[in-house]
Each structure stands twice: as C-alpha cells, then as structure tokens.
C-alpha cells in the first residue's frame, strides 16, 4: 500500500461514492428524460399519422383501391409543411411497396425494412415507432372497408428537437452534480480528518508508547494496548532473566566468557 | 479470316440491328384527335425507352372511316394497336363472341383506352380472362364506388340520370345505378335522351334537368357518353340554373364545365397506362392474358364556384380527400 | 518475572482487545453515516434540478399533442374557407369534430367559435380543465377560435410519473452506491484496523512468529512497522539467546543443564520453529466475513436483472418467435434450467469450494449474455438463455454455501441468519436497480448493447469474487451423491421447509404479485408505470424486513417461528381482497407479502444447516440449498399458471383467496411439523 494517510484514503472512499451516485443519478434521469420526451414527439407524430390514415381509410371507403387516390399526394404535402420537424411522409401498399411520399424518389420502390412494422408482429398492428438514426419514425396502419390491413403511413421526424430539450436538462444537471460534488468532497475531506482524528490519535500514542528507548513504556499503557505491553513485557523479561542466567554462567565458568578461548590459547 | 472479321463486324453491329428493326409500330385509332391520353401513352413508352413508329388514324368523331382503317391495319399487321373510345373500340374489334375476320381487326393485340365499361359493351368476356388480345383500362371507377361518393357528398333519396340510348357504355351505367337503388334504398329517376332522325336531341336536355328537379331529385348523375360528353356546357349549365347537383363520373364536366363534382381520372394518366400495359404486350406477354384493370389514379373533384352558386358544400372530411378545382 | 509457557490461540483475536473493536466500529459507522448523509445531499440536490429541468423542458412538450390536434383541424377549417366555403355554411362540423373527440381520452371536448356560430361536441369539464385555444383564419382578417378542453388527468399522469421517475432514480442511486461504499469500506477502512488489531492479538497471545506485511506509510503502518520492530527485535533477542546457550554449553560442559532450561523458558514464548534470521511470516488468512461475498452477488444479480423488462418484446422480435408463445419460451427456459443445474451446482460447490464455483459460474452467465446479444433466431436466444441459467444457478448456490458456511465475525452459528439477510438483500438491491437502471439502458444502447454490459459485469464480478472471497469455504470431503436426494426429501423437516414453506412463498409471490396484480390493476385502470411502482412496493417492503427477519433467527434463536408466522400473514394479507375495495386491498396486501416474505426469507435459508444437521454433515450444506432452490422454481413455474387458471375459473378475487388460504394451510402444516429444529 502507498504512503497516502489514512484520512486521505477515507476522504477518497467517499468522494468516489459521491461521485459514482451523481453520475448514476444524472446519467438515469437524462435517459428517462429522454424517453419522455421522445414519448411525447411520437404522440404529436403518431396523430399525423393517423390522422393521415383515417384521411386515406375515408377515400378508401368509397370503394377505390389505395393506389388510385390522387389526392393522397397532395394531402401528404400538405401535412408535412404543417407540422415542423417532419421530414418526411410515405404510404405505402400491403406488398411494402411505396404509392406516395413527399421524397419523388421513394416512390415505386419497396419500403426499407426497418421501416415497417417489427418482424413477427401482427399485421393488424395499428401504431408502430422506430429509430432510424438520423430520424426518428411512427408508423399507421390502414384497414380497408372489410377490416383487412390495406398498407400503412409512415411519418419521418427530426430528433434535433428533442436533442436541444435533452443538452439543456443535461447541462443544468451537470452544473448542479459540479457544484454539489466541489462542496461534499471538501465536507467529506472534512469528515474524514474529523473521523479519523481520534484514531490517528491513538496510533500515534500506541507507536509512541513503542518508540521508548528501553521497551518500556514511561507511563501506563494507552488503552487497548494493555496486552500487547504485557506481553512485550512478559516475552522481554524472560529474554532478561534467560540472558543474565547464561551471562552468569558463562561467566561463573573458568573460561566462559569471550576472551576464555584466547587466555587458554595464550 | 476475313469470314471471322465479318462475323465480328456482324456481332457488333448486330445491337444496332437489333434496335432497328425491334423498333416497334403501333396503330393510334382515334376518335377526335390526338389529345392529353395519347400524350401519356407516348410519353410513358418513351420514358420506358421504347421509341415506337405510331401510325395515327383519326376517326373525327364518327364511326364511318374506321372500317377502312381496320382493312389498312389488317394490312399493315402493326405490333399493337392503341384504341381510343368505346365507340372505336367496338367499330374496330367488335364483339367478342361475334368475331368477323373480314370487318375486324385479325392479329394485331389492341390496347383500350378510355373505355368505360368493356364487358357491359362486350367488347371482352371478362376484365380478368378477356377472351380475346384485348386488354386496356378502364377510365371509370365502378358505379358502387361513385355512389358512395355522392353519398359522401350529401346523402340523397331521389337521384336522377338521363342516357344516350345509341351509345351501350351510358346505358349499361344506369342500369347499374337502377341495380343499386333497390338494394341501397333510393329511387332513381332515369329517362334517354329522345332521338330526333336517330340522333339524340341536344334541344331537349335543358326541359329534362327542368322535369327531373320538379319531380324532386336531389342529384343528377351525367354517365359517361360521347354526346353528352359534347354537350356538356349546356347540361351543366341547366343543372346550375335549376339548382340540380351534377355529378359526373368523367373529368370535362367538372374540369371544363360547370358540373359540381365527380370521381374522376384524369385522361393523362389513362394513357400512361395504357402504355404500361403496350409495354408487357410488347415484351412478348400475350395481350389477353393481362387483366383489364382499374388502378389508375382516381381524383375526387369538387368544383366550387359551382357549389357557390348552388350553395351546396361538401362536409369538412371529404375536403380533405377531394381536389377543387 | 517469570510465568508458566503460555499457550499460543492464535485466532482468539475479538476476546483480546475489545477497545479496537469498537473503535472500528464507530469508525465505520461515522463513515457510513457522513457518505449517506452527503450520498443524500448530493442526489437529493441533483434530482431537485431535475425535477426544475422536468417542468421548464419536458412539461410544455406534453401539451404538444393537443396543439397538434387542434391545428390540423383548424389547418382543414382554414383550407375549406379558402376554397370558397362561407365560413357559417360550413357542412358536417359535428361529425367532423366529432370524429376528432372519439378515441381521445385526452380530449374532452371540442368547441369552435365562429362569427355568428358555435358548434361543440364532447362536454367540458368543469374546474380544472385545461382549455387550449388555436386561432383560425378565416380569411379577410375575420378569425374564429377553435378550443380543445383537454382532460388534465392524463398530463396529471404523466408528470406525476416523471417525478415517481426521478424518485425511483434517487432511490436506485443510494442502493447502489451503498453496495459499492459497502466494498470500498471494508477494503479501505476495516482491513488496516484488522491488521493491527491482529497482530496485536498474536502478540498479546504470545505468539512471536508472524509479522504483518504489506504494511503502508499512513499512521496504521506506522504502527505496525513498529510492532513489526518489536517482534523483530524479540526475534533477534531469542537468536543471541539461543547463542549465548550454545557458548555456554560448549564451553561450560557443566552449565549444560541450567542453560538449556533458560534456553527452554525462552523457547516456550512462543517463536517461530527456525531460529533462522528472517522467521517465518504468518501469511494472513483472508477475512472471512460475508460482506466479501456481498458486492460480487450484487453485481451479477445487477448484471442479470438488466434485460428482465424487455426478454418477451426482444424475444418477439427474433426470427421464428411468433406473437403468442415466443414472450414466455425464454423465462420458462430460465427457470428450468436454473431448477435442473442447482443440485449439480451444489456437488460442484463441495468439491471445489464456494469462490472457485462462483468464478466459475461467470463465465457461463457472460458466455450466454454475448450470445444473446449475437441471437438472431429464437432458438439461438432460448440456448443463451439455458447457458446463463447454468451461470446463475451456480453463482447463487455458491454464495449461499460460502455464507453459511462464513458466519463472519460474530460467532457460530448464531451469525447465520444475519449472513443469509446479506444474501438476500444483495439479490434483492441487484434486482432493484438492475430492473430500474436495464430499462432506461436499453433504450439508449439497444437489447444487444444491454446484454453486453450484463457479459462485462458478471465478468467483473467473477474477478472481484476471486480477489476478495476465501477460497477455501464451501469446501468438504464428501460429495454428495444421487442419494443425498432421497435422503433429504425423507428427511420430515426438510420436506416441510421445502414443501411448506419454500414452495407456498413462491406460489404467493409469482401467483399474485408478479400475475394477478398487473392483471387486476389494469383493470382498475392503472397505467403500466404505476403497475410496475406497485409491483416494486414488494420489493421495497421486503428489504426492510430482511434484517428483522435475520435478528429473528439469530438473537431470539426462533427461525421457524418467523417462516410460519410469514406464510400465516401473507395468508391474511390475500384475503384482504375479500373485505376491502381492490383498489386499497391490493397495494396492502403486496406490501404486508413483501414484509411478511422479508421477514422469513433469511431463515429459510439460515435453519438448514440446524435443522438437519446430519444431513448437512453428510452431504453438506450446498446441495441441500440445490433442492430448496428447485422447490422454489416449482412454486415461481406453477403460480402463474395455477393463479391465471383460478382467475379465469373463479374470478380474481376468489383466485386471491385460495392463493391466501393455501399459504395460511402451508403455514400451519409447517408450525407443527417443521418445529422440530
């Protein structure tokens, strides 16, 4: 472990939870923010689609088929220049294939996959949505006069409205998460020098009481050292008496002590 | 080697050859002259990168001069014929269970164009299996469909229609609207148009809008016919005075007339496609195998310096569908 | 001063210096409370901006739809007059408005004032309607006004919604955070203290032959290089001892036998075998304590839950998952696999021990995940649904035998409730914030994108089980074989938690909270997120039990007491319904279901070991959590079929009540047979 104090590493702790919860908690409410607001756009273009749907169901109830309903282009036009954002709107047949759309090109061709309802579900599924990239889509679905699904609209929108909403909420929440982190961390720098003052106390008396030149401690024990001294005493002591007895032998011998060899050599 | 330099000159012409020779001729029978359907016919082959020799015979309003255009073509043996009108189409092809090699078209698959209702006429056993290398469109959308749309207009109990007796597409179309009235529960007031020295009467039709408004119809339905087609300012123009709604299933009486509204198709598109189907024929698909269809673009025209005078309005959800003009 | 040799217990540490406990324990408790404290300050201060950006951003877009409605309709009023219709000879209005207002409950009523006319359809709410009012032109500066009276309930809604969002948000948050505080605490804060007091309680024992390692240069390593000096020191001391012994004996032949037994009473303090220079350090054996398993379940049972709220529409939307089956295939699957993989799970857990398994277990829960995120047929999606089950059922019979068998630091067997409430509340914090956190995740980064963070974080949690977790619990010599199943279902106790208790507990939750309550909600005219806020009242409920629940079974000593008297208040609880309007009784009985379950969840799983300890001792302890789970999964299978068959016989509400009479039958059954224990 690195020499970094114990406060610091506790003001850390702290400051990485801190910080771990406010991008946790900006991060989830951005993106439920965003899907409200995606929810709401595909609301207003879900009704132009549908509204467009039941326009076209109306001519289809005189009898014609899809394909025959002049008006149906002109219509689109219209309601595309209405509501802002709209890229683009398209109808198309039962087979996928494109009858009208305010982009000329499209027409004639199948529609994109990605486009139409989800695989696997139902053909009589009325509203559908994607996401598309660059655009986002809602989807109608047509029934003729018998019930049966006759084709479908489908309403391209602009994302770029909901990305100005969302860069806002997220700038005002980053400015609020910036600010609040600046003062927690130093509360948190602050509580961690506070918490651990007591402690650090008491390691530096422990070290302290162990720093005595001889081993043994001036004055009584720092509380919940008592043991350890003991024992450091204890195990000292027997070290003592276990020294002076050898001393005392070695000594108490003829030649027992460190210069015994030498004078019997000499 | 110099064979094998001729065959190579032979492969490369050989394209060009081709595109010579596989330049297709089709037969133009008209009845008053080249006008917007043959436009779309043309312009639609030629969008599709066919450039067709078009032999042009007008018949100037009258069946008279088909006869000999039917022996020229018989002749001629053209790729296609393109046959404008009901009444063409019947002097020229004749019925499809009374063939007669000597008066009609032999051999030469026939696209129509501007014809009404091709079974009522008998011009074809069905629009699915015609019976015979005729195939077109049909520029009329059916008789249901247009009901629906004047109901859609103002729901009526009492409509009335008049019809040329000489021509069999008029007639065919009341029939079907007096079909109609027993099972959708309204009366339909229809009377022909009476004939002076076998023609009818274009002097009298100010006197019928007059009857029929008396005896309390609330719409007029205008079928589509030659004769009435060529005296449509004058019918209109009653149905305006007498204050009659007039709907009409073709696009002059609402476009150049002052007809109220109608289920029309623009005759542009018409032609184009009929180009569309003188494409498969051309292509080598057998001219009676194709399905006589009605999927070209229908418009629902409302007229409304007409529905001014007449203080009659269509509902705010039709609008929303229908074209003004 | 001398005494008798001293014994060296080398792991009574606690007994010997109670101060340092306690000290650990404020300290902990001060660092706890000051980051919640801040943790709230912080969150609750981000959320309150988010609710102000709520109203100035997101608020006025719910109006839109209404506007949009109301220009396209005065679009067609305008266009009918500018082609030449009078503006009070306009035809069919009624049914024109009239067909705007049908099916639009957000609408109340329509109304257009023209010069001269007023045509309104619908009926206006009095009070708190909301009117919006879009200008019509009419042409030659004459203007008409078309008002849209929108029902406020449905905005109401919404908003009230978004804010319940941002509550859920805040709530997600804290739990989190306090898992990883709770990992980061116990590495940062406990071990230091750990250390010291440890090497301080060999030392105190007398015990001269360990010394601390990896020590750091804050104050606690200060202190234990100074201890380690000490010791040191001691070593060096015994060393010259021992030479001044050998001195003696070589030169003083005499003085042999006076000083061998000085050397002796040296000896018998305690050191180290080797009087070599460097004695041996004792390597210190990993800390047992259950919060060491707690942050690696947490993370995978997070990494799990991510993809709970969109399985069916993904599964749907593969090739060959048509609208009706495809939704239930891959969570039957699950289930299935995870019932059949668990006993075999748990002879795995004897043989190589409970963190070996979990790490283990990880790598078939990322494998399935990454093939879930590449599936592109229904088939491939079901097989990387199985391959995760068999990654689950291993993790989690895993740590349930590493924490019975870690009763942590308070002692034996009484610990083994609190040790099982970590389990549980691990899982069910995991399973919060995974659900919260996966449904928001998947639409930013897609299904395929979600699965791949649920592969690195259950990665990450085999990493981390196998830095921090003991690998020697779980461990034992006997496996168990096929007979250990026999044997436990003869057992009378065990049958009775299985069949009494565990199974009826499951019935209950899947049966009425996961498919009865959505269903009658719905009906009560609930939207989908205020279904989904009920249905997490049971979560919520449940987690503040947990730990009453595990006190229960460890300081009153009454486990069964706590699983009967459960299963009798869930009883209760669901014939509720019976007395009380649906729209109280319903919300009521699923909080007291997750109280009561709360309560009972940590013993269920804390009274194995005790209640058959035979049994245990013959097949361990694993395989028997291996049948309890497969209990379970009989019960979480059979509720909603059994709760939907009794609907549609019966009604919901006499569905309820069986559902409550049998948990109140299986409580009693279990009062009187499983009391033995």
């Known amino acids: ?266 | 080697m110099i064979g094998r330099r001729l065959v190579l000159a032979g492969g490369l012409c050989a394209p060009a050859i081709a595109r010579a020779a596989a330049r297709p001729r089709i037969a133009m029978l008209l009845w008053r002259g080249w006008e917007e359907a043959c436009d779309g016919f043309r312009d639609y082959l030629h969008g599709r990168g066919i450039e067709a020799e078009y032999i042009v015979r007008d018949a100037g309003q009258t069946t008279a001069p088909i006869a000999g255009y039917v022996a020229e073509l018989n002749r001629m043996r053209p790729d296609l014929a393109f046959v404008w009108g009901g009444s063409t189409a019947l002097a020229a092809l004749g019925r499809h269970d009374a063939p007669d090699p000597g008066r009609f078209l032999q051999g030469v698959p026939a696209v129509l164009a501007i014809v009404s209702d091709p079974v009522g006429a008998g011009l074809v056993a069905s629009l699915d299996a015609p019976g015979r290398p005729v195939t077109g469109t049909i520029y009329v959308a059916p008789i249901e469909v247009q009901l629906r749309a004047i109901q859609a207009y103002r729901p009526f109990r009492r409509i009335a229609t008049l019809f040329n007796p000489l021509e069999a597409s008029s007639g065919a179309a009341v029939q079907a609207l007096a079909g109609l009235a027993g099972r959708e529960g309204f009366v339909l007031d229809g009377r022909p148009v009476p004939l002076v020295d076998g023609q009818p009467q274009a002097a009298a039709l100010y006197a019928m809008v007059r009857d029929f408004k008396a005896a309390g119809a609330e719409w007029l339905y205008i079928p589509p016919d030659t004769f009435l087609n060529d005296q449509r300012n004058v019918l209109t123009a009653a149905a305006l005075e007498q204050g009659l709604p007039a709907f009409s299933a073709t696009e002059r009486f609402v476009t150049y007339s002052s007809g109220l509204a109608g289920l029309v198709c623009r005759y542009y598109n018409i032609g184009q496609f009929a180009g569309f189907k003188a494409e498969q024929v051309l292509a080598g698909t057998p001219a009676g195998s194709i399905p006589i269809q009605t999927l070209t673009r229908f418009s629902l025209l409302v007229r409304m310096s007409t529905a001014q005078r007449l203080d009659f309005y269509p509902p705010l959800s039709l609008l929303r569908y229908a074209e003004a003009v | 001063m001398q005494t008798g040799a001293r014994s060296v217990r080398p792991d009574a540490i606690s007994d010997v210096i109670p101060g340092a406990a306690a000290m650990e324990r404020r300290l902990i408790l001060g660092v706890a409370g000051v980051t919640l404290l801040l943790l709230v300050g912080v969150t609750g201060v981000i959320s309150r901006t988010a609710l102000r950006s709520f109203e100035q951003e997101v608020r006025p877009e719910m109006g839109r739809e209404a506007a949009a409605i109301g220009a396209a309709a005065a679009a067609q009023i305008e266009r009918a007059v500018a082609l030449g219709v009078p503006p009070d000879r306009l035809q069919g209005l009624e049914p024109f408005l009239g067909g705007i207002l049908a099916g639009r409950p957000m609408l109340d009523s329509i109304t257009l004032d023209l010069p001269g006319a007023r045509t309104q359809v619908g009926t206006p709410r009095a009070g708190r309607a909301q009117d919006i009012a879009v200008p019509v032109r009419l042409g030659a500066g004459a203007a008409g006004t078309l008002h849209l009276g929108v029902n406020p309930q449905r905005l109401e809604r919404s908003a009230r919604d978004s804010k319940w969002d941002i509550a859920v948000v805040l709530l997600v948050a804290l739990l989190a955070t306090v898992e990883v505080l709770a990992l980061l605490a116990d590495r940062t804060v406990s071990l230091p203290l750990r250390r010291v007091e440890r090497l301080q309680g060999r030392i105190a024992a007398g015990d001269w032959a360990v010394r601390a390692q990896a020590v750091g240069g804050d104050a606690a390593g200060r202190y234990l290089a100074r201890l380690n000096g000490v010791v040191r020191r001691m070593n060096e001391r015994r060393r010259h001892v021992a030479w001044l012994a050998g001195e003696v004996m070589r030169e003083a032949p005499e003085a042999r036998g006076p000083a061998r037994a000085a050397l002796a009473r040296v000896e018998a303090q305690g050191f180290a075998q080797a009087a070599g220079f460097d004695a041996p350090v004792g390597r210190e054996a990993p800390l047992r304590s259950p919060a060491t398993a707690r942050a690696p379940l947490f993370l995978y049972v997070l990494a799990e839950q991510l993809s709970t709220s969109f399985v069916p529409i993904y599964a749907r939307s593969l090739d060959g998952g048509g609208w009706a089956l495809a939704a239930g295939l891959p969570v039957a699957v699950f289930a299935g696999v995870v019932a059949l993989a668990s006993p075999s799970g748990a002879g795995l857990v004897g043989q190589r021990g409970a963190r070996g398994v979990l790490a283990l277990g990880c790598v078939p829960a990322a494998a399935g995940y990454l093939l879930a995120a590449a599936a592109e047929s229904i088939g491939v999606f079901m097989l990387a649904r199985a391959v995760s089950a068999v990654g689950y059922a291993l993790i989690t019979i895993a740590c349930q035998a590493y924490l019975v068998d870690a009763p942590g630091d308070t002692r034996g067997e009484v610990g083994r409730g609190r040790s099982m409430a970590v389990f549980v509340m691990a899982a069910m914090t995991g399973a919060l914030c995974g659900t919260a956190i996966g449904s928001v995740l998947a639409d930013r980064v897609g299904y395929g994108g979600t699965f791949l963070v649920s592969a690195a974080l259950s990665l990450a949690a085999g990493v981390l089980a196998l830095r921090t977790m003991d690998g020697a619990a779980g461990r034992r010599a006997a496996v168990a074989g096929s007979g250990a199943w026999r044997a436990a279902m003869a057992h009378r106790g065990f049958r009775a938690l299985v069949l009494c208790a565990a199974v009826p507990a499951k019935l209950v939750l899947t049966g009425f909270v996961f498919t009865l309550c959505p269903l009658v909600l719905l009906g009560l005219g609930d939207t989908q997120p205020e279904i989904g806020r009920q249905v997490m009242l049971y979560a919520g409920a449940m987690l503040l039990t947990v730990r009453a629940g595990a006190w229960v079974a460890d300081r009153v000593g009454a486990p069964a007491a706590a699983i009967a008297w459960a299963g009798a208040a869930s009883g209760v609880a669901l014939l509720l319904p019976l007395v009380l309007p649906l729209a109280v009784a319903v919300p009521v009985a699923i909080a007291v279901v997750g109280l009561a379950q709360g309560v009972a969840s940590a013993p269920m799983l804390a009274v194995v070991p005790a209640l058959c300890p035979a049994l245990v001792a013959r097949v361990g302890v694993a395989p028997l959590y291996g049948y309890l789970r497969v209990g379970e999964r009989i019960g979480s299978i059979a509720g909603p079929l059994v709760a939907a068959g009794l609907a549609a016989a019966a009604g919901f509400t006499a569905a309820v009540a069986v559902l409550g009479a049998v948990s109140l039958v299986s409580a009693g059954a279990y009062w009187v047979v499983g009391r033995r224990a």
């Open chain 1, 1 to 266: 472990m690195n020499a970094v104090p114990f406060a610091a590493r506790l003001a850390a702790v702290m400051v990485a939870v801190l910080l771990a919860a406010s991008a946790l908690t900006v991060s989830m409410d951005y993106l439920r923010f965003r899907r409200v607001l995606r929810t709401q756009a595909d609301l207003v273009y879900q009704f132009v689609a549908n509204d467009l749907a039941g326009a076209i169901e109306d001519s289809l109830n005189l009898g014609l088929p899809l394909a025959a309903l002049q008006a149906t282009e002109q219509l689109i036009g219209r309601r595309r220049a209405a509501e802002a954002g709209t890229l683009g709107i398209g109808v198309f047949d039962p087979a996928g294939a494109v009858l009208f759309d305010t982009d000329r090109f499209r027409v004639g061709n199948l529609l994109p996959p990605e486009w139409d309802r989800p695989r696997g579900a139902p053909g009589s599924q009325t509203e559908w949505r994607a996401d598309l990239g660059d655009a986002y889509l809602v989807g109608a679905g047509i029934t003729n006069a018998f019930g049966q699904p006759a084709g479908g609209v489908v309403v391209r929108y602009d994302p770029a409205g909901i990305e100005t909403r969302m860069n806002a909420i997220l700038l005002a929440m980053l400015r609020t998460a910036l600010l609040a982190l600046a003062g927690a961390g130093a509360l948190a720098a602050a509580a961690a020098v506070l918490l651990t003052r007591r402690h650090a106390a008491w390691l530096a008396r422990a070290t302290a009481q162990l720093d005595a030149p001889t081993g043994v401690p001036a004055g009584p024990p720092v509380p919940g050292t008592e043991a350890v001294m003991a024992a450091i005493a204890h195990t000292g002591a027997v070290l003592d008496a276990a020294e002076a007895e050898l001393m005392r032998l070695g000594l108490g011998a003829p030649d027992a002590d460190a210069n015994g060899g030498a004078q019997r050599a000499a």
